[in-house]
């Protein structure tokens, strides 16, 4: 097989191969080997710990790995974060939403929205403000574009930073557990606009511990266990007849609750 492509044919948006990354003596990404392929959703789950968020982090060079290969989208990134063009070409093709919201508070959401697109994309502010203000709406909350983020809820906060992410028109979206910060009453607001993305055929690759969201809307359901990929395969496999014990043992765990 050409190992530039999936086993679908299609070139992978992401590929992976014996990526290892240590903070200091610990080992936390082991021999990774990983491929994404365009319009795919990949959901990384495992135990508080084990890789996940890190993995992620090292594909838009926010966390640099000391071994293996690792591209995006035909674009290297080097270990040991040796700046490459690469790195900032990918960071304007990669959307990230993270736990935490990451707004700027003296901002309007609508110019935490247009902030990007003119600073990188060189775009007006009309076109910004036009792309800002159908982002708002498609994720149900174009009425809150005047207000400050202090103004609004968790769940809207973590909405204008999806629509914020993708004013940027990325490839790929990753998110790194996006819901954890939030209230449960906020936590299906968030993960219906990031349905909506699913459905549209938006490239994801989701840090999650919703379990029965990732089941929904998973391609492909990945499970890290000390730093390695200890099992991967669709949804109902994953999720209804595990092969390895970890994951048996971290589903029961968590399924439980």
């Not at 909350?141 to 204008?160: C, W």
Request: some cysteine; aromatic content about 6%; charged content about 25%.
């Amino acid at each position: 097989m050409n190992p530039d492509t999936s086993p679908s044919g299609a070139h992978p948006i992401v590929r992976l191969e014996k990526v290892n990354k240590h903070f200091g003596s610990l080992h936390v990404l082991k021999d990774i080997d990983l491929e994404v392929t365009p319009g795919e959703v990949v959901v990384i789950i495992g135990a508080s710990g084990s890789g996940k968020s890190t993995l992620i982090r090292c594909i838009n060079g926010l966390e640099e790995f000391q071994q293996g290969h690792l591209e995006v989208d035909g674009s290297p990134l080097l270990p040991y974060g040796k700046a490459t063009k690469a790195l900032q070409r990918i960071r304007t093709e990669v959307g990230m939403v993270f736990q935490q919201f990451n707004l700027f508070p003296h901002l309007s959401v609508l110019d935490n929205v247009t902030l990007a697109p003119m600073k990188v994309r060189g775009w007006s502010r009309s076109d910004a403000t036009e792309i800002a203000e159908r982002l708002l709406e498609r994720v149900g909350i174009s009425d809150q574009a005047a207000k400050y983020p202090t103004q609004l809820s968790g769940g809207q906060q973590q909405r204008v930073a999806l629509a914020r992410a993708l004013a940027m028109e990325p490839r790929l979206m990753l998110f790194d557990e996006p819901t954890s910060a939030l209230d449960p009453e906020m936590i299906g607001e968030v993960l219906d606009a990031m349905r909506e993305l699913a459905k549209e055929g938006m490239t994801m690759m989701i840090v999650t511990h919703e379990m029965g969201f990732a089941r929904e809307v998973a391609d492909r359901v990945i499970y890290i266990h000390k730093g390695e990929i200890a099992e991967e395969g669709p949804p109902e496999t994953i999720f209804d007849s595990p092969k390895e014990a970890p994951t048996r043992n971290f589903l029961a765990r968590v399924l439980q609750h």
